[in-house]
């Protein structure tokens, strides 16, 4: 099937389109019920919302429920998310958001500008390679090396925060706020001081901070050689 032969996307479709591709670049195997709890909509919602979609030729639906992109829909999601990233990216740099209104700010206007306007904004950055959160635009390739989740960092090991994953971001502000609140953003650098069954403490400019485990799961730093 050719992209011509593809229906129109409406918001609906971008929105499980952009979910699918968020849950998938986090190296999870998508599946209907992420879907439900990601968009907040019932499982029968789901259910009839992927028909569509395999009809129209946007996903694949495997016989085990997993879901994936077609190539066309690939390009969609792609689209929507470049789009997302790079007015992150000015709202942080040229307007001065925090990282954790950014996002909000970006889901709300994300819609009503033009592409050309999107791409001019783009370009007048230099064409940056990440959002403020660390995750990757589309077609471009962060500079930072291999990371980790901060909950798998060896104690005492100083690291950079490179990127908060997409599902922190999903979480809502808090965690960003969270995260802001002690100065630890981009580029920051971190020493995980503590770790129990609850999560992992941490020590950063602003003090420590305590991460519950899901959320330590979401924070990705790049360890640096020198051991603090």
């Known amino acids: 099937m ?3 032969d593809l ?20 190296g999870e195997v998508v599946r209907p019920g992420q879907l439900s709890a990601w968009l907040a909509v019932s499982a029968p919602t789901v259910s009839e919302a992927l028909r569509r979609l395999a009809r129209d030729g946007w996903i694949d639906v495997a016989p085990d429920r997993s879901v994936a992109l077609t190539a066309a829909g690939e390009r969609v ?13 000015w709202l942080v740099d040229v307007l001065g958001f925090d990282w954790a209104a950014a996002d909000t700010e970006a889901e709300r206007i ?17 064409t940056p390679t ?14 930072y090396g291999p990371l980790v989740p901060i909950g798998d ?27 802001a609140g002690y100065g630890i953003g981009e580029d920051c650098a971190v020493v995980v001081t503590g770790r129990d069954a609850s999560g992992t403490t941490l020590h950063a400019d ?23």
């Open 7 to 26: 229906a129109p996307h409406s918001i609906t479709v971008d929105r499980y389109l952009e979910a699918i591709y968020y849950i998938a670049a986090e």
């Open 130 to 143: 990440t959002c403020p959160h660390g995750n990757a635009i589309p077609g471009r390739t962060p500079a």
């Open 110 to 126: 994300a819609t009503t500008v033009s592409d050309e306007v999107i791409n001019r904004i783009d370009v007048s950055m230099g």
């Open 77 to 89: 999601a792609a689209s929507i998310v470049r789009r997302h990233r790079v007015l992150e990216r």
């Open 2 to 4: 050719s992209d011509a």
């Open 206 to 228: 602003g003090g420590d901070v305590h991460l519950p485990t899901m959320a330590s799961r979401t924070v990705w730093v790049e360890p640096e050689s020198v051991p603090a």
């Open 153 to 179: 960092l060896t104690p005492g090991v100083r690291a950079r925060v490179r990127r908060i994953s997409e599902m922190g971001e999903h979480e809502g502000e808090h965690l960003l706020q969270l995260l």
